[in-house]
Structure formats: structure tokens, C-alpha cells
């Protein structure tokens, strides 16, 4: 009977300590910044873009899965590979105020990936001039 009773709390350890390390093994991403301000811009030229960088701090590949804008004036373009462990990489957000009104816009976008931290939200801000005449 001790036997078995010692075989089990063994084998129940090893499960702890199995599950511990399984969790410290992921993908993470940690971005230089999480804000860019584009300021003050016309809107004769009403199309702005940024770079929003990123290390994999992560004991495993990144994915991002997704980047998605909330509304259509803002596009991201982001990595369809994975990123391996300690590599950069960026997405890219371009705002597009054609035909918006002139004034000021703080728009988001949601990056999802299958990192530690699943979702991460970026923001883009500005202020639309209307152009002297």
C-alpha cells in the first residue's frame, strides 16, 4: 500500500512540474510602444503611416493571427511567418483621412497572437488640418 501511495504522489509531482514548465515555454511580444501621434498634418495630404516595433521575448515562435483596425480609414500590415525567439519585427499602420472630416482621430487596432499575452491594443492618433486657402 505505500507502494502505491508513494507511486502516486510521485507520479501527481511530476505532473506539477510538467504543467510549470509547459506554461514558462511560450511565445511573448513586447512592443517598443503601444501610441504613435501622428500631430498635425493637412488634409491635402491626408494619408499618414507609422511602424509599430516588436521583439519575441518568448521561449517559442510568435504568431500574429491577426491585426484589425477599428474602422476602415486605418489599415495595419503586419509578419505572416513566424517570429523565432528574440526576433523583431513590426507592423505597419497607415491612416487614410480622405473624405473624413478635418479634426482630431484616435483610432485602435487589436493584434492578436499566440503569445502569453493573446491580445495587445495599439493606437494611432492625429489631428486632420483643413488646408489654408
Known sequence: MKKILFLTVMVL???????QTAEKSQAEIRFEKLTHDFGTFPDSSPKVTCVFNFT???????VINQAI??????????PKTPIKPG??????????GAGKFPGHFKKSITVR??????????YVEGTM?????
Do not use: H, W
Open 13 to 19: 509531482c511530476s505532473m506539477i512540474t510538467f504543467a
Open 87 to 96: 526576433e523583431k519585427g513590426q507592423i505597419k499602420v497607415t491612416y487614410n
Open 113 to 122: 497572437t499566440n503569445g502569453a499575452i493573446e491580445m495587445t491594443r495599439l
Open 129 to 133: 488640418e483643413e488646408a489654408k486657402k
Open 56 to 62: 519575441n521575448v518568448g521561449t517559442l515562435p510568435l
Open 69 to 78: 483596425a477599428s474602422c476602415g480609414c486605418t489599415v495595419p500590415e503586419y
